[in-house]
């Protein structure tokens, strides 16, 4: 692939001097990167919150919390949650995790700061398009915020009630109770299938739907901007995996989004215009007939949902996967292990991802041959994710390790993502989904897998660029800590929910026992569990106040950061810190070599920069010299 | 710190596998015939699954004991860019295991999913509502009345159509009475939102369609009673969802099946208390 010429020129933009056009309305990818950041350190708030609220209710079912009866009235009437209380706890939890936490800041937050850097432009290719993406996003979060106001507060909910029976609010719940996949008919009928589902369920809907739009922004602007925008020398085969993490996540959401947003649309007809997409025809619900429907599946949406939801679990987890590979490479002090098997291992997983939406409905009533075709294509997806496992630790085989917490949240990543990825060949399996569907098994897997093991690359990608971003240094010993109990805390959470599963415990249960005693017996075993688990969240949680007080204390007091702090090798390394409003202030970099060419024999450092002419390091075998080819074999 | 991660991970390690390997917790004894294939198939695939784990585990736990860096060493990392042939070598292995294993699972599917209920099954419908499980038994004459939903109420909670002949000795209860060692087909109906049929000590689980009717078989293959959940997300009150299912020996089964539908009834809350919970 022969060098990439760009006219450093044609889209120079000034430094804005206005605070709100410098701050708010920024057309600079890196401002935008950080409020992506901000959006998802906001929303992860709303999502841990109702997390432990929903770990309470499990452990001491009954309780009363006077704080939630003085906010929710309704829905916890003297402080006791209800169980649609609980319901749209979870509901909220997995939309705010997904969409604005997942979604977020993986991609739309370090993607955007990082990948222009990387790849040495001077902005996206869109910036205008990108403050748009952004701030679509944010509009979509202040619905999602106004679905918990119109539910849990009845003077709000009062206000959209003229709109008609779909805008109803003011049920004392925090939103919809359907679960963040909002399977019809439950999502579909209105206020009559439950609290919660008229305006709840309206706003969610609707909050999607701009979510999907700003995401479908973002996905152009990264795939154009990476495409056409790389600068001098920097092939596709030298890009850092960063880059192809964030572009292969971004075909993905390319492709996925606008089936969420088609679905959405038809979801919303079906609440508001009488059509009947997903509802068939002679339903009663509450002693009602339903009339006015007739002739729709429930199973559409079912595929129209994980057509979309399979493919943004990828999405969810394939930066994390870049970042990863980035943070063990540098630190490792070793070039990554098999660079070309990394890049087709991602994309195999991106293409794969696409065609196993089915595992996710083996027991919906779908055809059962096409339930064992899903079965085996999700199995395969298994060994792209294992060619990645085998290729990190090789990047450590042999290396010289620096724990800076970077690398120790990176190396958990890794640790994790083998933990919660490798039951996917349990629940892969339509025979086996037989007994494990829907049960706290399912729970376990996704969690690990593409909760906790992104939220690991989030930190890993915090720690590690936040010097180059705030020109300081996040206190190591904080990091450390906060680690360490982080690390303890998600396997003390996450591993016990495999045996509940086993045991048969079914997940979206808003209580296991009523009035002291168990609903069902055979749940019975897992009540220590259940215990310990709860113990375990609130602990885990309450640990990330020092992540939180370490970003704050460290934009003013952390230690000043040099331009490579880490002794790194890619192009956001060779600028200054932080990088001025058009990243290379002015010049356009060159690039000679790969990425990751740690512990050169014979160069002058164990690192050489992808800046660095070939005349300036000693010439080496299995050396680059811009042909592309960056060393890689043997 | 490369040392104490090294020796966390291989904690995390030998805790979890003792944690799946106590024999305190795991699933209810099987009380169906395809029950024991699915038990078999998981030990299967968890081997496979506790062997990758624990191999990946201290491999990590190993590589950042070993290889980090310590204090005053200036000698560099072994430079390499990779192996090929490892690639081919391990891509292989994981496609040729895991394949195999997604292809042994299909099996018990196939039997349960790919054919029909063999003839003479005993059948029931069930029809799912928020929040509450409807069995519908044909009665004597071995067939089932016409329903209708806009016959739905509090008093008709199926919509059981009185003017239809074959309806006169049906029965709607909340329990669901099974015999033993008989192939049974359930038709599955949702009158409101999708619900699911789960028995977990029957490895058997599928959701109830509103709009569709599915047909499902199974052999139970011990009898007693058994709890019966609701396994997707129905509404407000999903977690009391609860059900109970009772497997009776045949003969005491085939006297029940000859009672008229009132005392069909007291005879199934007889048999509710009668037969202990088992779990």
């Known amino acids: ?634 | 710190m490369g040392r104490a991660l090294g020796v966390l991970i291989w904690l995390i390690t030998l805790g979890s596998v003792l944690l799946f390997a106590s024999g305190k917790w795991w699933f209810p004894a099987t009380i169906s015939e395809h029950g024991p294939e699915i038990d078999r198939q998981f030990m299967r695939t968890i081997i496979v699954v506790g062997i990758s784990f624990v191999a990946a585990q201290v491999a990590l736990g190993w590589a950042v004991w070993k290889y980090r860096a310590t204090p005053g060493d200036t000698t560099r990392a072994v430079y390499s860019h990779g192996n090929n042939r490892l690639e081919i070598i391990w891509t292989v292995v994981t496609a040729v295991v895991f394949i195999s294993l997604a292809v042994i699972g299909q099996r018990v599917w196939a039997q349960l999913h790919f054919v029909g209920a063999p003839a003479g099954s005993y059948q029931v419908e069930v029809v799912a509502q928020q929040f509450q499980w409807n069995f519908h038994y044909a009665g004597v004459d071995g067939q089932f009345g016409r329903t209708d939903p806009s016959l739905i109420g509090s008093s008709n909670l199926i919509g059981l159509d009185p003017a239809d002949p074959k309806s006169r000795d049906d029965a709607v209860l909340a329990t669901l009475v099974l015999p033993v060692n008989r192939p049974v087909e359930l038709t599955l109906r949702s009158i409101d939102v999708t619900h699911s049929f789960w028995v977990p000590p029957l490895r058997f689980k599928q959701d109830l369609v509103p709009g569709m009717a599915i047909h499902v078989h199974f052999t139970p293959t011990k009898t007693g009673q058994y709890e019966l959940a609701c396994a997707e997300l129905c509404g407000q009150f999903h977690y009391r969802m609860r059900g109970y299912v009772i497997i009776l020996p045949q003969d005491e089964h085939n006297a029940l099946m000859a009672l008229p539908p009132d005392q069909f009834q007291t005879r199934v809350g007889q048999l509710r208390q009668q037969y202990p919970i088992v779990y």
């Open chain 1, 1 to 634: 692939m022969s060098a990439h010429e760009i006219s450093g020129e044609a889209h120079r933009h000034e430094p804005p001097k206005s605070f709100i056009r410098k701050y708010i309305f920024s057309l600079d990818h890196k401002v935008i990167g950080i409020q992506y950041m901000l959006l998802a350190m906001t929303s992860v708030l709303f999502g841990v919150v109702m997390s432990v609220l929903m770990r309470m209710n499990l452990s001491w079912p009954g309780t009363k919390w006077p704080i939630l009866g003085t906010l929710f009235p309704t829905g916890a009437p003297e402080g006791v949650m209800s169980p649609e209380f609980y319901l749209s706890l979870v509901t909220m939890h997995g939309t705010m995790m997904v969409f604005f936490v997942l979604t977020t800041a993986p991609q739309g937050g370090f993607g955007n700061y990082f990948l222009p850097i990387q790849i040495g432009a001077d902005d996206m290719a869109f910036p205008f398009l990108n403050m748009m993406s952004f701030w679509v996003t944010f509009v979509g979060f202040l619905v999602l915020v106004l679905a918990i106001f119109v539910e849990g507060n009845q003077t709000i909910g009062a206000w959209f009630s003229g709109l008609g029976d779909w805008m109803q609010g003011g049920s004392g719940t925090v939103g919809p109770i359907g679960g963040w996949t909002a399977y019809p008919p439950l999502s579909a009928l209105g206020k009559i299938a439950g609290p919660g589902q008229g305006a709840g369920m309206s706003l969610w809907i609707i909050s999607i739907a701009i979510f999907c739009v700003g995401s479908l922004l973002g996905a152009l602007n990264f795939i154009t901007t990476l495409l056409n925008m790389r600068t001098r020398g920097m092939s596709l085969m030298r890009m850092p995996l960063t880059c192809w993490a964030w572009f292969t996540t971004a075909v993905l959401a390319l492709l996925a989004f606008p089936v969420l947003l088609a679905g959405g649309i038809l979801l919303f007809l079906d609440r508001t215009a009488g059509t009947s997409f997903f509802i068939p025809g002679g339903e009663v619900v509450t002693d009602t007939l339903i009339t006015s429907h007739q002739g729709g599946s429930p199973i559409l949406w079912q595929h129209l949902f994980w057509f979309f939801g399979h493919p943004e679990v990828y999405i969810a987890i394939l930066p994390g996967m870049g970042a990863t590979s980035h943070i063990l490479s540098t630190f490792a002090r070793k070039p990554i292990f098999g660079y070309r098997a990394m890049v087709f291992a991602m994309f195999g997983i991106g293409l794969l991802g696409f065609f196993v939406w089915g595992h996710h409905m083996f027991i919906s009533g779908m055809s059962p041959y096409s339930a064992m075709a899903f079965s085996i294509l999700t199995l395969s997806i298994g060994v792209p994710s294992a060619i990645k496992t085998f290729n990190w630790i090789g990047t450590l085989w042999g290396a010289k390790i620096r724990f800076t917490v970077p690398m120790l949240f990176a190396l958990g990543f890794v640790s994790l993502f083998v933990s919660g990825g490798i039951t996917g060949l349990v629940l892969g399996q339509t025979s086996l989904d037989l007994p494990m569907h829907d049960t706290y098994f399912v729970l376990a897997h996704f969690h690990l897998v593409m909760g906790v093991a992104a939220i690991f690359g989030m930190f890993a990608a915090m720690s590690f660029w936040y010097p180059k971003m705030f020109g300081r240094m996040m206190n190591e010993t904080i990091g450390k800590i906060h680690f360490w109990i982080t690390f303890i805390g998600v396997y003390s959470i996450f591993m016990p929910m495999h045996i509940m599963g086993i045991i048969g415990m079914p997940r979206r249960y808003a209580q296991f026992a009523e009035n002291g005693q168990s609903i069902y017996h055979f749940i019975d075993p897992a009540d220590p569990l259940v215990k310990f688990v709860t113990a375990a969240a609130i602990v885990t949680a309450l640990a990330q106040v020092l992540f939180y007080f370490n970003f704050f204390w460290s934009l003013f007091k952390g230690k000043k950061a040099g331009d490579n702090p880490w002794e790194a090798t890619t192009l956001e390394w060779t600028t200054a810190t932080p990088p001025p409003h058009d990243n290379f202030a002015g010049v356009v970099p060159t690039v000679y070599r790969g990425p990751y060419e740690f512990a050169v024999p014979g160069a002058p450092n164990d690192f050489i920069l992808q800046t660095e002419r070939d005349a300036e390091v000693a010439e080496v075998d299995g050396g680059t010299s811009g042909n592309g080819s960056d060393g890689h074999g043997h």
